[in-house]
């Protein structure tokens, strides 16, 4: 059965902090990793990841990919308050329609 | 504006009742998806359009009807078969086998 595993499921810093979130996948016939950002409603894009080892970079946050050992990284320097989210990684199925396999989310508080 | 837009955004129904959610999008993507969410939890697919008078059922399908009579329109019905209803539903479209696009969801509550 495939699987998305996503770790921490929550977690809480202060501004200022670097952390970093964690997707471990186990599927089969894997195409690309996603990551989305959540505040309150419609998952918002981040990163699409398709090639082990290339870092994608969009301000404050960036990700990386490891198609080895089957896991992906999402880290966020200099946190902010507008970063509080949960944060879904997701898996996309080659030759499915499409199909996304979706992690259970890590929420991430970042306090004042 | 390009988008997707969901409607109702809250929904509230009896025990019993059908109700439909709708999701349009004009992205003129091909592919429309429905999703289920429910409190800390991740998303999980109910069913999917890869094209016009045609879908596939997810993974919790039981309980749910879909059409696709046009490519901007991809309404879900919640049956009374559906035993746990209440979850906020979110609606997605893609350009084939990429990254996917959200409405805003409807939150549907089962009184």
């Known amino acids: 059965e495939d699987k998305v595993v996503q770790s921490p499921l929550s977690l809480v810093v202060h501004e200022g902090d670097t952390v970093t979130l964690n997707c471990s996948y186990e599927?089969?016939?894997?195409?690309?990793l996603l990551w989305y950002k959540q505040e309150k409603k419609a998952p918002t894009f981040l990163f699409m990841l398709?090639?082990?080892?290339i870092e994608k970079k969009s301000g404050r946050l960036s990700s990386i990919l490891d198609k080895k050992e089957l896991f992906s990284i999402l880290n966020i320097t200099a946190t902010q308050t507008g970063d509080s989210a949960v944060y879904l990684c997701?898996?996309?199925?080659?030759?499915?329609?499409?199909?996304?396999?979706f992690g259970q989310g890590t929420e991430l508080s970042v306090k004042p | 504006d390009g988008g997707i837009t969901q409607s109702p955004k809250y929904l509230f129904r009896k025990e019993g009742q059908n109700v439909t959610l709708s999701c349009e999008q004009n992205?003129?993507?091909?592919?429309m998806y429905w999703y289920r969410q429910d409190p800390g939890q991740g998303l999980r697919l109910i069913y999917y359009?890869?094209?016009?008078?045609?879908?596939q059922k997810g993974d919790i399908a039981e309980g749910y009807s879909v059409s696709r009579e046009k490519k901007e329109s991809f309404p879900l019905t919640v049956t009374s078969a559906q035993k746990n209803p209440t979850a906020f539903y979110l609606c997605?479209?893609?350009?084939?086998?990429?990254?996917?696009?959200f409405g805003p969801g409807t939150r549907l509550t089962v009184l």
């Open positions: 997605a479209s893609s350009m084939g086998e990429t990254m996917q696009f």
């Open positions: 599927v089969t016939n894997f195409r690309s």
């Open positions: 398709t090639s082990s080892g």
């Open positions: 997701a898996v996309l199925i080659y030759n499915q329609g499409g199909k996304l396999i």
């Open positions: 992205l003129n993507h091909d592919a």
């Open positions: 359009s890869q094209i016009v008078n045609d879908f």
